[in-house]
């Protein structure tokens, strides 16, 4: 990735990236291969501010996802259920900061997501995170586990007249039974917009590159890629589609 051009960007801070909070959005994903990222922000650095903080604008990201004895949250979103969860805990490496996040989607196909600041013990929950996890899901928190850890390096870009963020993961790496996989050569861009606004500039470059929004949890293709125990019919064109992506 050129970081000369990442450095070209205009800056915004956490205070200036609030005026973009978007409650009532769109969110869309887009996987790609890495070595396109560097063409791609080319095209859009005028129209976009990328966050820095201290001095950095690729953040060091580290999260811990928990599941009950039966995957139960995996196999809802395999099985296409809505009203679903996923639990975990994240680190923001570069700051020390960490939450405990819940992620909702519910039957109507939006996503809600809630979060408390916790300690930096990510593979456990202390009293208030279990006070936090019982008021907000439907299983008993004491019976969730750590099940597998990612690692990846985050750009977060906002559109200059705040009705839009987008943020391009790379370098993600997933870790289950003490064994990492990695997906070095894949970029996972994410554009969450406001329902009534405009056309996107940077939805727009992707499509003329005919490259079009789909599904990607990583939770969900980390399980798949790393444990083969694990039902995974639903997922397999997606499966295919990386696999074909990280090869261009």
């Known amino acids: 990735m050129n970081l000369a051009l990442i450095k070209s960007f205009a800056p915004i801070d956490l205070k200036g990236i609030k005026k973009a909070e978007l409650m009532n959005r769109i969110d869309r994903k887009f996987v790609v291969p890495q070595h396109m990222i560097s063409d791609i922000l080319s095209e859009v650095i005028e129209h976009y501010l990328i966050l820095e903080i201290d001095g950095k604008r690729m953040m060091n990201y580290f999260s811990v996802y928990f599941e009950t004895p039966g995957n139960e949250f ?7 259920k809505l009203n679903r969860y996923k639990v975990r ?4 490496l570069d700051t020390g900061t960490c ?21 930096n013990d990510l593979f456990g929950f202390n009293e208030s995170d279990l006070a936090f996890l019982k008021e907000n899901l439907p299983v008993d928190p004491v019976m969730l586990q ?9 750009i977060t870009l906002v559109k200059k007249d705040m009705n839009e963020r987008c943020t391009i993961d790379v370098h993600l790496n997933f870790i289950y039974n003490g064994l990492g996989t990695s997906m070095e050569n894949l970029a996972i861009i994410e554009v969450k917009q406001e329902a009534n606004s405009a ?7 992707l499509n003329q590159k005919h490259i079009h929004s789909m599904g990607f949890s990583k939770y969900c293709i ?27």
């Open 222 to 248: 980390g399980r798949v890629l790393t444990d083969n125990q694990l039902k995974y019919n639903t997922f397999k064109p997606k499966i295919r589609k990386i696999e074909k992506t990280i090869q261009v």
């Open 74 to 80: 995996y196999l809802a979103h395999h099985n296409g």
């Open 89 to 92: 805990k994240r680190m923001y």
């Open 146 to 154: 750590p099940k597998i850890s990612n690692r990846f390096l985050r």
């Open 199 to 205: 056309k996107s500039p940077l939805v727009e470059i």
């Open 99 to 119: 939450f405990l996040e819940i992620k909702f989607k519910n039957n109507k196909g939006k996503t809600q997501k809630s979060r408390i600041p916790t300690t």
